[in-house]
């Protein structure tokens, strides 16, 4: 895992753990006074989910799931906002079962999303050129230029055209 993802899993378990401690004590009939804090967290929790959701995409997890990821932060932050004004009255648990539960997905969300990134040192994402020159075995071959050192570099011209030699795999 790398270190942004650390930190914004770090976060969203933080906040996740808080936030669900204080619900459970507000379901028990304690702690009332704490529900900002209770809300706080859980903007929080929507925040650090978007930022793992950010950082899987630029390091190549699957569009989908972070897309689904963030649509899901969409509907956790609007239930939670939200819950108090939906269904009053007895049928109200269905409304607050609901909102543990949306939630605790997006705390599971944010642990699927924190190593749903790719180990290893190539760029899910790469930025470059590919180079096509007919007649030449470097036919194809990547260019990064995503401005890392070492990755490739000019050696030169043949005909008027850049040969470019990659130092990298």
Same mark, same amino acid.
């Given at each position: &895992?790398?270190?942004?993802?650390?930190?914004?899993?770090?976060?969203?378990?933080?906040?996740?753990? =808080?936030?669900?401690?204080?619900?459970?004590?507000?379901?028990?009939?304690?702690?009332?006074?704490?529900?900002?804090?209770? &809300?706080?967290?859980?903007?929080?929790?929507?925040?650090?989910?978007?930022?793992?959701?950010?950082? %899987?995409?630029?390091?190549?997890?699957?569009?989908?799931?972070?897309?689904?990821?963030?649509?899901?932060?969409?509907?956790?932050?609007?239930?939670?906002?939200?819950?108090?004004?939906?269904?009053?009255?007895?049928?109200?648990?269905?409304?607050?079962?609901?909102?543990?539960?949306?939630? &605790?997905? *997006?705390?599971?969300?944010?642990?699927?999303?924190?190593? %749903?990134?790719?180990?290893?040192?190539?760029?899910?994402?790469?930025?470059?050129?590919?180079?096509?020159?007919? =007649?030449?075995?470097? *036919? =194809?071959?990547?260019? +990064?230029?995503?401005?890392?050192?070492? +990755?490739?570099?000019?050696?030169?011209?043949?005909?008027?055209?850049?040969?470019?030699?990659?130092?990298?795999?």
């Amino acid at each position: &895992m790398r270190t942004p993802a650390r930190w914004f899993i770090t976060i969203l378990r933080i906040s996740g753990g =808080g936030a669900l401690l204080l619900g459970l004590a507000f379901w028990a009939g304690y702690a009332r006074s704490l529900l900002q804090l209770h &809300m706080v967290l859980g903007i929080v929790l929507v925040v650090s989910l978007w930022l793992l959701a950010a950082n %899987a995409w630029r390091n190549g997890a699957r569009g989908g799931l972070v897309a689904f990821a963030i649509g899901w932060g969409l509907l956790t932050w609007g239930l939670g906002v939200t819950q108090n004004r939906l269904l009053p009255g007895s049928f109200h648990w269905v409304v607050r079962l609901t909102h543990l539960l949306v939630a &605790m997905s *997006a705390f599971a969300i944010g642990q699927v999303l924190a190593r %749903a990134a790719p180990r290893g040192g190539a760029p899910a994402h790469p930025t470059g050129v590919i180079i096509f020159r007919s =007649g030449s075995q470097e *036919a =194809g071959r990547w260019i +990064n230029t995503s401005g890392s050192p070492g +990755n490739s570099r000019r050696t030169g011209s043949d005909s008027g055209q850049w040969r470019i030699a990659c130092s990298g795999p």
